[in-house]
């Protein structure tokens, strides 16, 4: 089951005793097998909300929360409600509660007023962090909105940052993904064609394995990781 929300946290914010980590509970209490966040803001990582999915078997080792920017002056101008500083001891504070914790991200290139400084301060910080993953945006105008009236990045920096960006996630994903291989996996199968199952592990790796009798999408399996292929894919033996 995956929570689709973009603020998850927000989640009956008005109410004092129906907020995530008890909604997570509730869910747990259902029997459900495998239990995602989909995206969870920063501020959200509450010590409450980490606590519960500790406890929580069927909650994945996975998250993704959105940074956007690894400058204070661009997150101030994005107005954002965090600094670099409290996005590292959040993200320190899930990784303890967690034990091999994937944490993926949004990340934007070529906000407005976004210099060459700044973008080389975003590319150390994600490095700084070690995500497993990145999804990376490059800044278009939305007619209306106050970034459209300020200082815009030409379209060929954003593109070049862009890239940068993307060429790190490439190396920060694949170092993830050779790290796990070896290791046993339970994979949620998504789909079997001609065979060969496709799924996700909990931490939200890729896997292809050749699939046993009622490896059917929505069946779980433990396979052992082999060989990355440099792609989107690990490869695995089923167990």
Same mark, same amino acid.
């Given at each position: 089951l995956v929570l689709p929300a973009i603020t998850p946290g927000r989640y009956a914010a008005e109410l004092a005793d129906a907020r995530l980590p008890q909604l997570v509970a509730a869910i747990a209490e259902t029997g459900v097998a495998r239990l995602r966040l989909s995206s969870i803001e920063p501020p959200d990582l509450t010590p409450e909300l980490l606590s519960v999915l500790a406890e929580t078997p069927a909650?994945?080792?996975?998250?993704?929360?959105?940074?956007?920017?690894?400058?204070? %002056?661009?997150?101030? %101008?994005?107005?954002?409600? !965090?600094?670099?500083?409290? !996005?590292?001891?959040?993200?320190?504070?899930?990784?303890?509660?967690?034990? @091999?914790?994937?944490?993926?991200?949004?990340?934007?290139? @070529?906000?407005? @007023?976004?210099?060459?400084?700044?973008?080389?301060?975003?590319?150390?910080?994600?490095?700084?962090?070690?995500?497993?993953?990145?999804?990376?945006?490059? !800044?278009?105008?939305?007619? /209306?909105?106050?970034?459209? /009236?300020?200082?815009?990045?030409?379209?060929?920096?954003?593109?070049?940052?862009?890239? %940068?960006?993307?060429a790190l996630g490439e190396r920060m994903r694949t170092r993830h993904a050779h790290g796990r291989v070896g290791e046993l996996a339970e994979v949620l199968v998504e789909r079997v064609v001609d065979g060969v199952a496709e799924g996700t592990t909990r931490d939200y790796l890729r896997v292809r394995f050749e699939a046993g009798d009622g490896d059917a999408p929505g069946t779980l399996v433990n396979v052992r990781l082999a060989v990355h292929d440099d792609g989107d894919l690990l490869h695995g033996r089923r167990v």
């Open positions: 909650a994945c080792p996975h998250l993704h929360v959105p940074l956007q920017s690894g400058s204070d %002056a661009v997150l101030a %101008a994005m107005r954002r409600t !965090y600094t670099t500083v409290q !996005y590292v001891e959040w993200i320190d504070a899930a990784r303890e509660a967690l034990p @091999g914790l994937a944490v993926t991200t949004d990340v934007m290139a @070529g906000f407005p @007023g976004e210099t060459d400084e700044q973008a080389a301060e975003t590319l150390a910080f994600v490095e700084r962090i070690g995500f497993a993953m990145l999804h990376v945006f490059r !800044y278009s105008v939305r007619p /209306g909105t106050p970034a459209a /009236g300020m200082e815009q990045v030409d379209p060929g920096t954003r593109a070049c940052r862009a890239e %940068a960006l993307r």
